[in-house]
Nanobody
Framework: QVQLVESGGGLVQAGGSLRLSCAAS????????VGWFRQAPGKEREFVAA????????FYADSVKGRFTISRDNAKNTVYLQMNSLKPEDTAVYYC???????????WGQGTQVTVSS
């Protein structure tokens, strides 16, 4: 079992930056692919970014390419999402998800709120 806890959300003005963290406990998740998703009010949850177990491959939604950077520190069991040039449309609850390699098992965190004011 893996527990994921997101942190780093908050209120920021448009153009500002935030860094989200997803810390894992219970088991090391160094072999898991980890992704960030977000859900705005009244909308479906959507993919934001993902990183493979080694950190060598990253994936981004078109809406955040060039502005967001995902990274991981397996020694700290933590995945980060650096968000720059934030826009009001980035306002959402951000969740991290860890996929167990080779299985259909996935773990979700509880989410952290990001609010970008115009």
């Amino acid at each position: 079992q893996v527990q994921l806890v997101e942190s780093g959300g908050g209120l920021v003005q448009a153009g500002g930056s935030l860094r989200l963290s997803c810390a894992a406990s219970g088991r090391t998740f160094s072999s898991y692919r980890v992704g960030w998703f977000r859900q705005a009010p009244g909308k479906e949850r959507e993919f934001v970014a993902a990183i493979d177990w080694s950190g060598g491959r990253t994936f981004y939604a078109d809406s955040v390419k060039g502005r967001f950077t995902i990274s991981r520190d397996n020694a700290k069991n933590t995945v980060y999402l650096q968000m720059n040039s934030l826009k009001p449309e980035d306002t959402a609850v951000y969740y991290c998800k860890a996929d167990v390699t080779g299985t259909s098992t996935a773990y979700w965190g509880q989410g952290t709120q990001v609010t970008v004011s115009s």
